[in-house]
């Protein structure tokens, strides 16, 4: 309050409030690589994250119960006899108990680690929802994501998740009590489900031991360039027409504009083509025809564009129509 | 005029066959940004296919020539970058730069090495000498888990009721306080015909394995859950010490717990000094920020923590068979102190040059 009397008057254009941060702008992190150039990093979104465990989970649960079928139909057709110990049938089932303990404990432990330290760095969960695990940034620096870091990570895992549960489960068997149990349990999960509202980086405790965040998997596909083709050029193939605007016309719009101009012609649908080249017309005081929206603008993107490039080599950059500058 | 430049749309994006085209392209392309990105684009779709490969884990199918051009390519990318945000508008072409970038830069700066060079690695010196850096934590964890001992014992030996209380009822079947010295030693000796011991031995291994990583992870909130945990299941060692001590069979229990249990405590005591370094590093970080301090302590705790399964399923398979098939008191000890020289050799005395 204070703040807003003290500058009463200012130039027409400028808001008061600072630019309202999006999500975008909130997960976004520069992180500067090892050459020295800056790159961001988008934090995952707490949901997608939530998600891909629940999917991994479910996955888990699937090879679990999957594994101990297999091993189970093994041995029925050995024939279950725990009582005759010493013949090959019970030896054989010896081993088969060994190989489901042990593998009990590897689905628990050893499924994340082994799919976050593939080249992909994420576990099928993670990759169906788009997201990745990642060293941390120290400071600005990026580091290496390391195989120690993927392992503390996932050690710390086992507390955060399966810890209330075999809590409970214990208490159960026991008979103890299992309502307090219950209820401990849930206290005890909800801290670390919680853990990753209440830091900046969105880390969840064994990523805060381990080094590490999550972020998401970069995009991969180049889209086509959109200032190359005939109309680019400022002639429309589909009526022949030349598009030929003067510096005045190019002067009122900065790269904001021009980036909001790229994702209307990529997006390409008719309806916003024909608003925007309304509004443009109405700004750039030209009569607006119709039929001929797409040709029409990408000559003004590209000539845009040019324009904009040019000042940019000299130094002179505009950020949106508001700004002064080229 | 026309159609050579409807030619050059169709071709953007794909493949050029020969790189005189690129530079046809590249000189009818009407915007400067344009005729960088045109000549460009081919190294870029190049490393693109690379990383695609190896992202799919067909790393061995890669060509020499394409593995060794991976880290120029990664570079010319990443300078590609810088001059595209310094001389293009083009959004879509400065967002996938950024993207392939950071791409090339996960697998170029990746998990070092394939999990078995690490393995190598971390056990040709790596483990001891993250468990030397461990320091000071192991001498911490050291003196809790024999004060939990004596702490287990003097109440025990005060008041024998709390051995109920401390030794859990699965555990102590016919070992209660007022047993007979028969029925004790009977616990000790005798069981080389007992069978299912294998599937004994791997239950074990699970279970322990579970309760040295909870030390570990534990150790995140400052290390003060690893400490409680560590003595109370000393506490309890040292109920069952006094137990036995009472009839008379202290040294033949102590044989008996040695052959697997030197190892066993051994990585105990490991899984509790590193959760105890990781709590340590967070209470005091030094010069460091607290979660730089967190992140390398835990590091280097993963590291010793690794180590520590690989005891407990040696200390498994020494109590599953081992016990069994070793029946006399000072062979049992002779077998547990071997255990014990050789962890502490090769934790302390080997010691050779990594990274």
Redesign the interface.
Known sequence: MAFALKIPFRRRGETQTGPIRSDGDKRRRMVV???G?P???MLASRGSRAAALFLDLLMIFGAIIGSTLILAWIADGIGFDFDK??GPA?RAM??L??VW??A??LFR?AWFLFFE?????ATPGKRICGI?V?A?A?GVN???????????RN??R??ELF?PL?FFISASV?GGDTEMAGWAGLGWFLIFALFPFFNRDRLR?GD????TWVVEA?????????????A??GRSQATGAQYKFSDADLAIYG?YE??VL??VL?ENRADGMRDVTEAICRKIDWSAGAGDERAFLEAYY?QL??R??TG??FGKRKADKHSGGA | M?AV??G??QR??GWFSKPSETVV?AE???????RF??ER?AD??RL?AIL?R??A?R?RGLSDEDLLALPALY?TA??S??IAR????????V??L??????A???V?????S?WS?FRGFLGGGWSASVRGLGIDLLIALALMVAGTLVGWLLVASNPEWYYSLVP?GFADERVPGASKEVLRGTLFGNQDQ??M??FA??L??NN??VS??C?????AFGLPTMLLLIHNTALLGAMLWLYHGQGLLLDFVGWLSIHGTTELFAILLAGAAGIH?GRSMAFPGNLPV??A??????????V??GVVLMLVIAALLEGFARQLVDSTPSRLIVGTFMLVLWTGYFFAFRRGVR
């Open positions: 690589s090892p050459e150039v790159i961001p990093f110990e010493d019970g010896q081993a108990l060994i303990v042990v009990m404990f432990n330290l593939g080249p992909r760095g990745r990642a941390r120290r990026g580091g290496r994501l390391t195989t120690e870091a993927v392992i503390a050690l710390v086992d507390i810890m075999i026991e405790c805060m031991i381990a080094g970069p995009k991969t596909k180049l889209e086509t360039a959109l200032s190359v083709g005939e680019a050029r790269e021009l980036q790229e994702r990529r590209a564009r040019a904009l490039e940019m080599r | 026309n430049t409807t050059i749309a953007i994006g392209a009818q392309a009407a915007l400067r940004s344009d990105r045109l684009e870029w779709k693109d695609k190896m992202e884990g790393t570079r990443a300078s970058l810088s310094e001389t293009s508008l083009d959004a879509a072409l967002s996938y950024e993207a392939l970038t950071q791409r830069w996960f697998l700066y990746g998990p070092r090495a999990l690490w009822g069978d299912g294998s599937v791997a239950s291994f699970s394995a579970q990583i909870l570990f992870a534990l150790g995140f990781v979660m730089d967190a992140a390398a302590a835990g590091r280097r705790a993963a590291q923590m690794t």
